[in-house]
């Protein structure tokens, strides 16, 4: 597979940004750290975490063009069992650099951690800006098959014509699941977008790694052919796969090299077609009651 151009570089992600023309970058899509002490991360205070990346964030709204986006996916940082929603604490900081705030998005998941003092966590947001008015939206390029494709309008001018897109539906702001198109079984055909867990095609060293399907949808959506995608906190590079997948032109930065190392070695196999990615369509596997993991442990039966 042949790669338009790409950047990706060990380098603080202020310092790569400086290093950037302004009005330059179409989409930056990103999941900053979350302050929860992971080994990338040195855990603070949620005020010092914040005025740390401020920085970052003015250089990030520099750099993108007037038509661009920025997605901001985030989860929570937790500090003593209580918890602070990361996506609320940066909105306020998007909002005074005069970013516009297109959706708020949630992503569902099915696995995470298992909390024993609340409710396990089972979703993050991507906070979805624009620089203007004038932004790019392909919206033919992410729709999903219609439930009811066959719904008309009951009143109005329009009374009897089909009231859907012949082309799929809206995905909407909850990005539970992606649907395959061109399918007559419409129900059957709902799939989730998974996180990247132990027994993902794409799971390698990196505990909090993004899936590439789930970039896809904004590269897709947000961005043309030959627009440029940057990721300043880019990990083992699935931003940049999922850029350079969909032919457009990528950039990262990093500060730990072996994760730079680890996303090279991953472009270098996009580009030989050997890269294992989950497709963005594929069903997630679901067991059936007769599969062992379905069935309640004899253990639990002898529990009264």
């Known amino acids: 597979m042949e790669l338009l151009e790409y950047k990706y570089e060990c380098k603080n992600a202020l310092e790569f940004c400086k290093s950037l023309p302004s009005n330059s970058v179409k989409l930056i899509i990103t999941s900053p ?118 719904k008309r309008y009951f009143k109005g001018e329009k009374r009897g014509q089909v009231s859907g897109n012949p082309k799929g539906k809206n995905p909407e702001d909850v990005w539970e699941m992606t649907l395959e198109r061109l399918v007559d079984d419409w129900d059957a055909q709902i799939w989730e977008i998974p996180n990247v867990k132990n027994n993902h095609p794409e799971k390698v060293a990196h505990p909090c790694q993004f899936p590439v399907e789930l970039v ?7 961005t043309n052919e030959g627009d440029i995608v940057y990721d300043p906190f880019a990990g083992v ?21 072996s994760y730079v190392d680890i996303g090279l070695e991953r472009i270098q196999k996009l580009s030989e077609g050997v890269l294992k990615t989950r497709p963005i369509y594929q069903k997630i596997w679901v067991p059936s009651p007769n599969d062992k993991v379905a069935q309640i442990p004899e253990e639990w039966r002898k529990i009264t």
């Open 237 to 257: 590079g699935s931003s940049l796969i999922a850029a350079l997948k969909n032919n457009r032109e990528a950039y990262g930065s990093e500060l730990e090299q």
């Open 33 to 150: 750290p979350y302050n929860i002490g992971k080994e990338y991360e040195t855990k603070s205070s949620i005020d010092k975490y914040i005025e740390n990346l401020l920085p970052v964030l003015t250089e990030l709204e520099r750099v993108l063009t007037n038509d661009g986006s920025l997605c901001w996916q985030t989860g929570n940082f937790v500090d003593d069992s209580e918890v602070y929603p990361l996506d609320i604490y940066f909105y306020p900081y998007f909002k005074k650099l005069g970013l516009l705030l297109r959706n708020r998005i949630i992503w569902h998941f099915g696995h995470g951690l298992h909390c024993s003092k609340r409710f396990s966590g089972r979703y993050e947001t991507i906070l979805w800006f624009t620089k203007s008015d004038e932004y790019t939206f392909n919206l033919d390029d992410v729709r999903v098959p219609s439930k009811y494709p066959g």
């Open 216 to 222: 896809e949808r904004c590269v897709l959506a947000l």
